[in-house]
């Protein structure tokens, strides 16, 4: 059974930053493009940002230039750098396949931006 582990989440202030990562096991992680999801309070899970098997990344509008997406396919890892952190970036993050989630969702990091 395909399992994401992810980590990273914290208390951080308005600008600040983190660094978010999931670990994938019992799944060809390179066969799969990856994925950020995020849930905020209130609202649906939305893809915030995917990076292909070889490295090519897209991001949702309101990441650009602030979030960071990347993979080590030996390592079976996925990261997401956030900077500039904002408010509305309050939320559980998850990782799945991307655009569309494949596999049971993992138990989410939580971020928490406030000042």
Do not use: H
């Not at 994401?4 to 990562?21: I, K, M, W, Y």
């Not at 956030?82 to 494949?102: G, H, I, R």
């Amino acid at each position: 059974q395909v399992m994401f582990v992810e980590s990273g989440g914290g208390l951080v202030q308005p600008g600040g930053s983190l660094r978010l990562s999931c670990v994938a096991s019992e799944m060809i992680f390179s066969d799969y493009t990856m994925g950020w999801y995020r849930q905020r309070p209130g609202k649906e899970r939305e893809l915030v940002a995917r990076v292909t098997s070889s490295g090519i990344t897209n991001y949702a509008d309101a990441m650009k230039g602030r979030f960071t997406i990347s993979r080590d396919n030996a390592k079976n890892t996925v990261v997401l750098q956030m900077n500039s952190l904002k408010f509305e970036d309050t939320a559980v993050y998850f990782c799945n396949t991307a655009p569309l989630p494949v596999f049971s969702w993992g138990q989410g990091t939580q971020v928490t931006v406030s000042s």
